[in-house]
């Protein structure tokens, strides 16, 4: 499953599901799809998430992965990295006040 975040402020952002589902929890939201956050919801979920990133970047943001699996690790895409783009969109609709939503 794919899940696509929206905001008339960015460029949409697709994203894994479980990725994705990961990410808007350390927003502070439930995980449920489709949903959205109101424009001014959008800078406390971005602070949450921004400190998340923070309390963890290396982080692997694989539900498959090991702990004992060295290659796995190596390979795997920090929490850094996945939830960059998520970053950037909510800047731009925190900055312009516009709403996020999100679907499949």
């Avoid at 799809?33 to 959008?42: M, N, Q, R």
Wanted: net charge negative.
């Amino acid at each position: 499953m794919l899940i696509t975040f929206k905001t008339p402020a960015h460029a949409d952002i697709t994203m894994f599901g479980d990725v994705a589902k990961a990410l808007i929890r350390m927003m502070g939201h439930s995980g449920s799809v489709p949903s959205a956050l109101l424009a001014e919801d959008v800078p406390a979920a971005l602070a949450r998430l921004k400190a998340a990133v923070e309390a963890n970047p290396e982080a692997p943001l694989n539900p498959e992965h090991d702990d004992k699996d060295d290659e796995a690790h190596a390979q795997s895409v920090s929490l850094r990295h996945r939830a960059l783009p998520l970053i950037e969109l909510l800047e731009a609709a925190a900055r312009d006040e516009k709403n996020v939503m999100w679907d499949t």
